[in-house]
């Protein structure tokens, strides 16, 4: 198996080139761009990025496994992100978890059979102020209650 960047990802990194006096600059929106077009970030995208940045597939790998956005395996069509900090978990945070859990009959850090959700622990998404959160894909849920769940994933199934 072998990466490539398509030739739309390709014209944007290319652009991007001129933008910055450093291509040390372009890692995290390189890999922004490749998880965009595989869903993950796979050994072999690293290495192909890591020859267009001139960079060791390690370093690659350094900044990739430190940011949990970036997905180093495969995920499901739905990645249902739970956030862990303290706002959160005095909040039921961990009660949703869960709930989610058993509503997909699988664990945190697993994915259903159907490669249709996928559930993570995050350490910070940002919604303190309407804790608990959980993060679907891109779109926040604020104040999350079993019964938001409930409603969003049957309707995603």
């Known amino acids: ?10 014209d944007k990194f290319q652009e991007l080139l001129t933008r910055y006096p450093k291509k ?11 998880q965009y077009q595989e869903g993950w970030i796979s ?7 890591a020859k267009k940045l ?10 990739a496994s430190f940011y949990t956005m970036f997905h180093l ?10 956030c862990k900090t303290l706002s959160c978990m005095l909040r039921g945070s961990e009660d949703i978890k869960k709930h989610i859990e058993n509503k ?17 622990e995050v350490e910070c998404l940002g ?15 604020q104040n999350t209650t079993p019964q ?5 994933l049957d309707g995603l199934k």
């Open 24 to 34: 040390d600059s372009l890692m995290l929106p390189s890999l922004w761009m490749i």
């Open 148 to 152: 938001m769940i409930d409603e969003i």
């Open 127 to 141: 919604s303190c102020g309407t804790a608990p959160c959980v993060c679907i894909n891109e779109d926040y849920i």
């Open 43 to 49: 050994p072999e995208a690293m290495q192909y990025l």
């Open 54 to 63: 001139d960079k060791s597939p390690m370093d690659i790998y350094s900044v």
């Open 73 to 82: 395996e495969p995920i499901a069509k739905y990645n249902i992100q739970v």
């Open 1 to 10: 198996m072998s990466f490539e960047f398509n030739e739309k990802n390709e």
């Open 104 to 120: 997909l009959n699988i664990k945190t850090g697993q994915s259903t059979k159907d490669m249709k959700f996928t559930i993570t």
